[in-house]
């Protein structure tokens, strides 16, 4: 594996997945063998940050993307929001730490699913604020013009999370924190030449 973590007490379920008994949360890395798809990355957070936000915005929410740096390699971890698949309520917290080299990526993750009641966070902080939804959602700190499939609101701030120790968005929180505390990475794979992404300048193509 091009990322090594402890595995002690969760269960294998493929070569590329694990799951938390307890929990259900699941752990994934998978190596893609060609360049990572990105028109701007780590020589541009900003930028890098609003295409996140915009790409993300059809299918759920990016919440955060932050540089990381797990087992001496830079990434970048993405943490989106999305509804689960085929249910009637409900939400996936997504935390997919990417480690690309010039060609070729990891994406290691871990992917935690409400359950029982949801919405339980939400309801509960919108409460204690005193907000209606018009003082709950809020704009975008990346791409303040994008309306996502889910909107970005207040709960989503990591200062609730100790007040949820349970719910699944703390939840891959913590297993960022400890995944970049503990884990390694192949040193074959951190040797490799850094990505860059190939996307043209202004004006590319045009010297006067």
Same mark, same amino acid.
């Given at each position: 594996?091009?990322?090594?973590?402890?595995?002690?007490?969760?269960?294998?379920?493929?070569?590329?997945?694990?799951?938390?008994?307890?929990?259900?949360?699941?752990?994934?890395?998978?190596?893609?063998?060609?360049?990572?798809?990105?028109?701007?990355?780590?020589?541009?957070?900003?930028?890098?940050?609003?295409?996140?936000?915009?790409?993300?915005?059809?299918?759920?929410?990016?919440?955060?993307?932050?540089?990381?740096?797990?087992?001496?390699?830079?990434?970048? *971890?993405? +943490?989106?929001?999305?509804?689960? &698949?085929?249910?009637? $309520?409900?939400? %996936?917290?997504? #935390?997919?730490? !990417?480690?690309?080299?010039?060609?070729?990526?990891?994406?290691?993750?871990?992917?935690?699913?409400?359950?029982?009641?949801?919405?339980?966070?939400?309801?509960?902080?919108?409460?204690?604020?005193? *907000?209606? +939804?018009?003082?709950?959602?809020? &704009?975008?700190?990346? $791409?303040?013009? %994008?309306?996502? #499939?889910?909107? !970005?609101?207040?709960?989503?701030?990591?200062?609730?999370?100790?007040?949820?120790?349970?719910?699944?968005?703390?939840?891959?929180?913590?297993?960022?924190?400890?995944?970049?505390?503990?884990?390694? *990475?192949?040193?074959?794979?951190?040797?490799? &030449?850094?990505?860059?992404?190939?996307?043209?300048?202004?004006?590319?193509?045009?010297?006067?």
């Amino acid at each position: 594996m091009v990322v090594t973590f402890d595995t002690t007490g969760l269960q294998r379920v493929d070569e590329t997945t694990w799951m938390h008994p307890g929990t259900g949360d699941r752990i994934i890395q998978q190596v893609t063998n060609s360049p990572l798809g990105e028109p701007v990355w780590l020589e541009d957070v900003p930028a890098m940050r609003r295409n996140l936000a915009t790409g993300y915005a059809q299918m759920g929410c990016l919440i955060e993307a932050e540089p990381v740096l797990l087992g001496g390699v830079r990434g970048v *971890v993405q +943490l989106v929001k999305v509804p689960i &698949p085929n249910a009637p $309520a409900g939400l %996936v917290f997504l #935390a997919n730490i !990417f480690l690309a080299k010039a060609d070729r990526y990891v994406m290691f993750g871990c992917s935690a699913a409400e359950q029982g009641i949801t919405g339980m966070r939400e309801t509960t902080i919108m409460a204690t604020l005193g *907000v209606g +939804l018009d003082g709950w959602v809020l &704009p975008h700190p990346y $791409a303040p013009e %994008v309306r996502s #499939a889910l909107p !970005f609101h207040r709960g989503d701030d990591p200062a609730w999370d100790a007040q949820y120790p349970d719910h699944p968005l703390t939840r891959v929180r913590a297993w960022v924190r400890w995944v970049t505390a503990t884990a390694t *990475v192949d040193p074959a794979f951190a040797a490799l &030449p850094e990505f860059v992404p190939s996307r043209p300048g202004p004006g590319a193509g045009h010297h006067g």
